[in-house]
């Protein structure tokens, strides 16, 4: 039985094909049509799964949507009736698009595939719980959802035991941890949806001096974990941003202008509210667990990619285990309808070992086999190396102990928002320089952001203070304290962005300002030719730990096909680019005709 989820028209829309309880593929729009966090309805997506298992839409046995228009609909009204006459200009500019299309979704579907057939609906905080739990290793465990909003819902938690799931309470819209961490979002100068992994990147270089104010006037939240948030600061519930005067007081001023310089307000306000999330996630786990005695702990929407929240939800042992969902957001919502539907709207067994989850690494999306690559690049006129299985590891590790950025092209594309070792820009964790050579001259953004490292899974506890999996880059713990280096005491005095220039660690490259890492652990299951690269690096230098990071330039979404690889290796100082087992060196190349300069192309702090 062939089950099509879809998630569409919010941020990061997705398809996800399951068949009998299996995931077989998933993607993101934005993947195909280069536009990122695309919220088109995902017919690209769609055809790709189809295809990916030779399938037409006829053979489809139901198609799942990842939650209920009307009710959002019906949200959205009662919120602009409630503010009236505030909200006029953004109620006008939101309701065309609503009644000619958002609310149509059965018939857009219908229209869309050419479909006849079963189409089903579940709430969206379903859709995040499915997608933490069934795919999870756990026969039986709780789960927490937490998002900007579903229809209403914000925040869930429950209980997944074998097929089911079952929703024990819910925090309501406004009051939303997601939409709280947004607000900050956009008066720091990034992009709602889209910049909160930077201002969880930019915490660390501040002081939470600004947590009380927060937890005073902003969000009244509970020994319990519950919250009320004071909607007098807010004006995301009619208005067309997230803040309004009354916030810009509280925080010492207006927002920040995108792009203009960072400075320390900025900084110590991520600080402040990355401490009031961890905090709030904390005690949200701490009375799931008193109340389900569960043992194991489910994650998702879009909260859950807060890596820095789970790492120490994972250090308090809260839970015994944890297992977060690799595509948190909106994306994996279209896996968790389509797995819902299998699992509670069709009743199917479960089967769980306890150890191992059916999410395969995430390697979900396409693959391209070697023939294709060649063709194309023939067919360019693109010089290229072609290099045995054996070869590949051992010349990669080479290159990048030499100190060489490598475009990494490998099997499935990763589905969700981190590169797992399909589609990443890979570089030596040694380098004191990489760090900032990797921000400004290949990935052209901001130069806090830090780097996560891959390491083998049997090496973890030798660098970093873990010793468990994280196979999918969604644990931040810190970098084990005999690799560190000693700060002098003039370096101690460094505040805000002076602190990046200091080697703290043996592998620099990958160790932010707090001495943490946000870790990808690789066994080698999945993706063998990445950890058989990495452990020739081992033998090479000494050290199981590289620079992993998305294969993409700021603004565009991750590389899905070897022509997108090619176009970003050639608009980056990329030294390599290895795509399955051909190698291409950028000295060999010829500039592309008429290519634009990305260097110029953003403004960067």
Known sequence: MNILGISAFYHDSAACLVRDGKIISAAQEERFTRKKHDPAFPINAINFCLQDSGLTV??????????????????????????????????????????KKKIWMKEIIKDELGYKGKIIFTEHHESHAASAFFPSPFKEAAFLTMDGVGEWS???????????????????????LGLLYSAFTYFTGFKVNSGEYKLMGLAPYGVPK???????????????????????????????????????????????????????????????????????????????????????????????????????????????????????????AALGAAMFAWYKYLGNERTADGKKDSQQGSYLGPKFVISYITDYLRKKKIPFTQLSDDELPDKIAGLIADEKVVGWFQGRMEFGPRALGGRSIIGDARSPKMQETMNLKIKFRESFRPFAPSVIRERVSDFFEMDGESPYMLLVAPVKKEIRKEMTEDEQKLFGIDKLHISRSSIPAIT???????????????????????????????????????????????????????????????????MENILLDKKEQKALEGDVDWKNEFELD
């Open 58 to 99: 006829q053979d489809i046995d139901c198609v799942a949507y990842y939650d209920k228009p009307f009710m959002t609909f019906e949200r959205i009204l009662e919120t602009y009736l409630s503010f009236a006459p505030a909200g006029i200009k953004s109620f006008i500019k939101a309701m065309p698009l609503w009644i």
């Open 154 to 176: 914000t925040a869930s938690y429950g209980v997944g035991k074998n097929n089911n799931i079952d929703i024990l309470a819910e925090i309501m819209f406004p009051h939303s």
């Open 210 to 332: 600004y947590k009380d104010i927060i937890l005073k006037e902003l969000i009244d939240l509970k020994e319990d974990g519950s919250f009320k948030m004071n909607m007098d600061y807010f004006d995301y519930c009619a208005g067309l941003k997230m803040t309004n005067n009354k916030f810009d007081k509280l925080f010492d001023g207006p927002p920040r202008k995108p792009e203009s310089k960072l400075t320390q307000r900025e900084m110590d306000i991520a600080s402040s509210v990355q401490v009031v999330t961890e905090e709030a996630v904390l005690r949200i786990a701490r009375h799931i667990r008193k109340e389900t005695g569960q043992k194991n702990l489910c994650l998702a929407g879009g909260v859950a990619l807060n890596c820095v929240a789970n790492g120490k939800l994972l250090r308090e042992k809260v839970f015994d285990n944890i297992w977060i969902q690799p595509a948190a957001g909106d994306a994996g």
């Open 512 to 578: 932010h300002v707090d001495y943490s890492a946000r870790i990808q652990t690789v066994d080698g299951e999945y993706n063998k030719q990445y950890y058989r690269m990495i452990k020739k690096f081992d033998e090479k230098t000494g050290c199981p730990v590289i620079i992993n990071t998305s294969f993409n330039v700021r603004g565009e979404p991750i590389v899905c096909t070897p022509e997108d690889a090619f176009l970003c290796f050639m608009r980056t100082n990329m030294d390599y680019l290895v």
